[in-house]
């Protein structure tokens, strides 16, 4: 039954996955229910979740392990996860079809230039 389960999930994820003929409206609005990592999240969109890399961040991934990676996915979910986001994108995806786009989270906050103010004030202390 749990295979079934998660077969059914892993499906569900990959026919959402954005093909670089979707179009999308130009700011699209979605609640987040999911964070792979720092710089990936699931919102759910038009019924389906909706994977989104944020435009111009690179976080260290946490399945290679890298420093740092868990840290980054902590950050990102404690800005956004549970909240209804806007996305602010131009229709474009990446090589592994991720809709590419700037956050910004239920209090206006962009997530992406969080990452970056988070980062530099980790680098000062």
């Given at each position: 039954m749990q295979f079934a389960y998660l077969l059914l999930t892993v499906?569900?994820?990959l026919l959402s996955i954005p093909s670089e003929k979707d179009q999308y409206p130009a700011y699209l609005t979605g609640k987040v229910i999911g964070?792979?990592?720092g710089d990936t999240i699931d919102i759910f969109y038009?019924?389906?979740p909706l994977r989104i890399r944020l435009e111009h961040i690179d976080c260290p991934?946490?399945?290679k392990q890298q420093p740092f990676?868990?840290?980054a996915k902590k950050f990102t979910s404690d800005k956004c996860f549970g909240q209804t986001v806007r996305v602010l994108?131009?229709?474009e995806v990446d090589r592994n079809k991720r809709l590419i786009g700037e956050v910004?989270?239920?209090?206006?906050l962009n997530i992406n230039k969080e990452l970056v103010k988070g980062r530099?004030?980790?680098a000062l202390h």
């Open positions: 499906l569900s994820c964070v792979t990592d038009n019924n389906k991934e946490i399945r990676g868990a840290q994108h131009k229709n910004i989270n239920a209090r206006g530099i004030s980790l």
